[in-house]
């Protein structure tokens, strides 16, 4: 049984833009994943008190043959091989960033993954992206429409869309399902 994934990403050095496209690249590799959809890439406001630049974000909708925790390795281990620097500094700025937002319906605590995502309601740069790729996803935690967080979250988060990305810019012809 495949579980049905939303995959958060985020980038704010280097060639931001490529950086995202790269992972999505680099996530298709493996033959666990399948690749469902993919939001438009947006640029966003860093959600931070450390002075950085802007963010570029967007999410991926994939299938994942496995459980969490080794999704969660395997997202590691590719914000590892482009270069992701683990400095301890939190919400600090990073090549790379990929984080499990949504795991089906699932809800889970552990020391080292919580889905969804603990901060996915509080972030438009992440719920903006999901919503792109399906409007009708609930929160299975808090059990709402994800849309009803939008309006909840204070000003000063900045989500503005960029453009499309082109399933040609991600995947070759014999690895579109
Ligand atoms: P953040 O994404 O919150 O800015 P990091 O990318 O540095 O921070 O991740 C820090 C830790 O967060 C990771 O080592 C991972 O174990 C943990 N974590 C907990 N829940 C999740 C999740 N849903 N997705 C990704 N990482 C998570
Ligand atoms: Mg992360």
């Known amino acids: 049984m495949k579980d049905r994934v939303f995959i958060g990403i985020g980038s704010n050095v280097g060639d931001s833009q490529e950086n ?55 997202l590691m281990g590719i914000e590892n091989r482009m270069g992701r620097i683990r400095d301890g500094i939190k919400d600090g700025p990073r090549i790379i960033d990929l984080d499990i937002l949504l795991f089906g319906n699932l809800v889970l605590q552990e020391h080292s993954l919580t889905i969804p995502h603990a901060e996915l309601h509080k972030r438009k740069f992440a719920i903006v992206p999901c919503l792109e790729i399906d409007p009708q996803i609930i929160h299975p935690g808090l059990r709402r429409p994800l849309a009803t967080f939008l309006n909840k979250i204070e000003g000063g988060q900045s989500v503005e869309l960029i453009r499309k990305i082109s399933l040609d810019e991600i995947v070759t012809k014999t690895q579109i399902s």
């Open 20 to 74: 995202c496209i790269r992972s999505i690249k680099e996530m298709i590799k493996d033959g666990r994943l399948r690749l469902q959809g993919v939001s438009s890439l947006y640029r966003t406001s860093p959600v931070s008190d450390i002075s950085q630049g802007n963010f570029i974000n967007c999410a991926a909708f994939v299938s994942w043959a496995g459980s969490p925790l080794s999704l969660l390795e395997f």
